[in-house]
């Protein structure tokens, strides 16, 4: 069975979040996940390291995993690696003790972006797995541009994995099956949420529990077992979110039950 791990921004809206970081611990710490990502967006910049302390203390108390996300993109417009601000990163990451870094790919250039840099980053903060998402920008959320850096760093073995997030795929206009079969021997950890076409946006909503809703799908063919992340609205109440982890483990074992033959 996967690792599930609940997003605080799975209980934020347009004005952050409601309650002190700690409620949220305690109400994911009450229920079925293993863990909490925590968001570097909802943290307060001036007090971060504190702030950042503090969870660490709460987390540890309930034993809970955490994976620490930041919307800061690995490179920059002109295709340098993101240097300081990664080193800022995975200090913050340590301090948290989380197990992994999810950031967007930013502007990666074939021929100018310094993979060798890169690489040498890594192998100084190699407690930390980073992982990079597909976001709703196209530098960083096209299968194209994922996939050039994920070949590119796989012939250097440098240690850099995939957060698979199959709602993103839709600002883009990415097919996320195809996505999936393409980018899945670099992916390690599965975001879920369902996107759909509100009027002239689109909006994020909990996953579907119908037999062939594609993040089933997705999941029996490339994902099972894999840590996941419920990244959609959720009200922080521990019923509510155990529902959703039912959903996910029971289309787990759907997929490891024998097929009958006649």
């Not at 943290?43 to 503090?54: C, G, Q, R, T, V």
């Not at 300081?84 to 197990?99: G, H, S, V, W, Y």
């Not at 992916?187 to 089933?216: F, G, R």
């Not at 894999?226 to 759907?254: G, H, Q, R, T």
Request: with cysteine; glycine share 2%; net charge negative.
């Amino acid at each position: 069975m996967s690792t599930i791990f609940i997003p605080l921004n799975a209980f934020s809206n347009e004005l952050g979040l409601q309650k002190d970081i700690d409620f949220y611990i305690s109400i994911i710490a009450k229920s079925n996940a293993d863990g909490i990502e925590i968001r570097r967006e909802l943290l307060d910049p001036l007090s971060i390291h504190n702030e950042i302390k503090k969870i660490f203390i709460s987390l540890a108390s309930y034993n809970l995993k955490s994976i620490y996300s930041a919307p800061v993109p690995l490179w920059r417009e002109d295709g340098s690696l993101n240097e300081r601000a990664l080193i800022t990163l995975f200090e913050e990451c340590k301090l948290l003790q989380a197990t992994s870094l999810k950031l967007p790919l930013g502007y990666f250039h074939h021929e100018n972006s310094n993979l060798d840099d890169f690489h040498s980053l890594l192998q100084k903060h190699s407690t930390v797995k980073l992982l990079i998402e597909n976001d709703q920008t196209k530098e960083g959320g096209q299968i194209k541009n994922l996939l050039a850096f994920f070949k590119e760093t796989d012939k250097k073995k440098s240690p850099v994995k995939m957060t698979y997030d199959i709602g993103n795929w839709i600002y883009l206009k990415e097919d996320a099956l195809r996505a999936a079969a393409l980018l899945s021997p670099y992916v390690a950890y599965y975001h879920l949420k369902h996107v759909l076409q509100s009027n002239d946006s689109l909006i994020t909503v909990p996953i579907s529990k119908e037999e062939h809703a594609l993040w089933k799908t997705v999941d029996q063919h490339y994902f099972s077992n894999m840590p996941k992340a419920l990244e959609f609205p959720l009200n922080p109440i521990v019923s509510e979110i155990n529902s959703y982890i039912d959903l996910v483990k029971e289309n787990e074992v759907e997929r490891e039950k024998p097929v009958c033959k006649h």
